[in-house]
């Protein structure tokens, strides 16, 4: 779906079902570089489950209008923005990786309207390497390989996937290839400045569940656990064999995971 943000197009993907405000509302949040589809397996499911899905794409990726924002604060400050230019009162988010930190900001920011929060991919600061910084700067192909290296657990680097004949890792620097290029230096650099992640912790009413990868070497899943203790309700879930993708390397598993709190 589409719709205006600032006068901005916004894009959307609603995992097939028209947008019902007397339903409850999902946002689901993408990572730095990615899109709106990474979330496809789940968006389908939740929208087909009762509730509204916004898997949103952030500006400056997918097919919502540029440029891409700086930084955290300003993502979770658009998402909110989102979800009041279609009337959404109350409703529930879901982030991975880059967009976990947006998530938490914005539950933070939002209050008693947000009912629910998922981290997916989480940690409380996400430092990024230099190397890969600079290369996503300036560009180069070397920050999308850099990262998709990094990006799944060893089952899917060696061709785990529940769809035969998909390489995970192929698809997912597909993925990477269509955003644009300067799209992914501004998402690292809003990733490696981002410090109010204890500060947002302690301001989130709602239950929060830290869903995150037993083999996530890009946000290794023993920060993340730890960091669950800064929020008054929240509980970690580890996904076996799943990377910082788990999305894609464990869909039915990150869809049950999340089903318990959206």
Same mark, same amino acid.
């Given at each position: 779906m589409e719709f205006s943000v600032g006068g901005a197009r916004v894009f959307a993907g609603s995992g097939g079902r028209?947008?019902?405000?007397?339903?409850?509302?999902? !946002?689901?949040?993408?990572?730095?570089?990615m899109n709106h589809t990474i979330w496809a397996a789940q968006a389908r499911a939740l929208?087909?489950?009762?509730?509204?899905?916004?898997?949103?794409?952030?500006?400056?990726?997918?097919?919502?209008a540029g440029p891409p924002?700086?930084?955290?604060?300003?993502?979770?400050?658009?998402?909110?923005?989102?979800?009041?230019?279609?009337? !959404? !009162?109350r409703f529930r988010l879901a982030g991975h990786s880059m967009g976990s930190l947006t998530a938490l900001e914005a539950a933070a920011r939002a209050g008693a309207s947000c009912e629910a929060l998922a981290l997916l991919g989480f940690v409380p600061e996400m430092r990024v390497h230099p190397d890969l910084l600079k290369a996503a700067r300036a560009g180069e192909h070397l920050a999308a390989e850099l990262m998709v290296g990094w990006s799944f657990g060893r089952h899917g680097l060696t061709g785990g996937n529940p769809a035969p004949g998909l390489f995970l890792p192929q698809g997912a620097l597909a993925l990477l290839e269509q955003s644009p290029p300067a799209s992914l230096g501004v998402d690292l650099a809003a990733c490696d400045a981002y410090r109010n992640a204890e500060a947002a912790a302690r301001r989130v009413q709602c239950p929060v569940l830290l869903l995150l990868g037993e083999d996530d070497r890009m946000t290794p899943s023993a920060k993340g656990a730890a960091f669950a203790r800064n929020f008054s309700q929240a509980r970690v879930k580890i996904l076996p064999e799943a990377g910082h993708m788990m999305m894609v390397e464990q869909p039915s598993l990150s869809l049950d995971s999340l089903k318990t709190i959206l």
């Open positions: 028209a947008f019902e405000p007397s339903l409850p509302t999902v !946002a689901l949040l993408h990572g730095a570089g929208a087909h489950h009762g509730r509204n899905v916004l898997a949103l794409d952030f500006p400056g990726h997918g097919a919502s924002l700086s930084s955290i604060e300003k993502l979770a400050d658009w998402v909110l923005s989102c979800l009041q230019a279609l009337g !959404a !009162a």
